[in-house]
């Protein structure tokens, strides 16, 4: 079976992800919320109003800000199907905004690459 390219960057993706959180989590040291915008005055990241976010991602060595907005697919019942915590407490956004910024960055890749 053969696995494209893209497929093996969204599965380095996703586990660098959960590496990223279980380290911030872990040391208390923020590594992976910094990148996600607005942010409080202590450099956390807060709930937009208006459903609006930009995400810091790197591409090639060059650093680009990614706009997502908080809609995100569900299936039939109301299930999120991007990537997610299992927090009960609350639902934690920043997985799904990075997920997002992360396939729209390398879709614009794909339509015109950086060189």
Not at 26 to 31: C, F, M, P, S, T
Not at 96 to 112: H, T
């Amino acid at each position: 079976m053969l696995i494209s390219h893209f497929h093996t960057l969204y599965f380095f993706h996703e586990y660098s992800l959960v590496i990223c959180a279980a380290y911030e989590k872990r040391i208390k040291r923020k590594l992976i919320t910094l990148i996600i915008y607005p942010q409080d005055k202590v450099g956390n990241p807060i709930v937009n109003p208006s459903g609006r976010y930009v995400v810091r991602l790197w591409l090639n060595g060059v650093a680009r800000s990614v706009e997502v907005d908080d809609f995100f697919p569900v299936d039939r019942h109301g299930n999120i199907l991007c990537s997610h915590t299992n927090c009960k407490a609350a639902f934690e956004l920043w997985v799904c905004l990075i997920e997002k910024a992360y396939m729209k960055l390398c879709k614009l890749n794909i339509i015109a690459p950086v060189f």
